[in-house]
């Protein structure tokens, strides 16, 4: 697993995950390492995990998790809460504080 700032093209720290360990083990671990704040931290689908968000937001950090097309019941799940009903009962909408980005493979972006 690695931490990388990809603008400047710079390795910050590499660190092997054991065969006995998983990388969340090793990410909770890495990122303490780490001076975070004013940072994003990206990762795909298998960092979705609560401590690990957590410590990120406590560290003044945001976080991005990316969820791919071989995970579509999440994919479904993800997609609700940008698109669910935002109706009161009194006939009010509510706020959406989610920001949405689409990707595309046409052209030239």
């Known amino acids: 697993m690695a931490a990388y700032l990809p603008a400047e093209g710079i390795v910050l720290m590499q660190v092997a995950v054991g065969r006995k360990e998983n990388e969340l ?3 909770l671990e890495s990122l303490r390492c780490l001076d975070l704040r004013g940072k994003v931290v990206m990762g795909d689908v298998q960092h979705t995990q609560r401590a690990l968000s957590i410590q990120i937001l406590d560290a003044g950090a945001d976080d ?25 009962v009194e006939g009010g909408r509510l706020r959406h504080d989610c920001q949405t980005f689409q990707a595309g493979d046409k052209g030239h972006g």
């Open 25 to 27: 083990s090793v990410a």
């Open 64 to 88: 991005l998790w990316l969820a791919k097309d071989n995970q579509p019941t999440l994919r479904e799940e993800i997609s609700l809460l940008f698109t669910a009903d935002d109706g009161t």
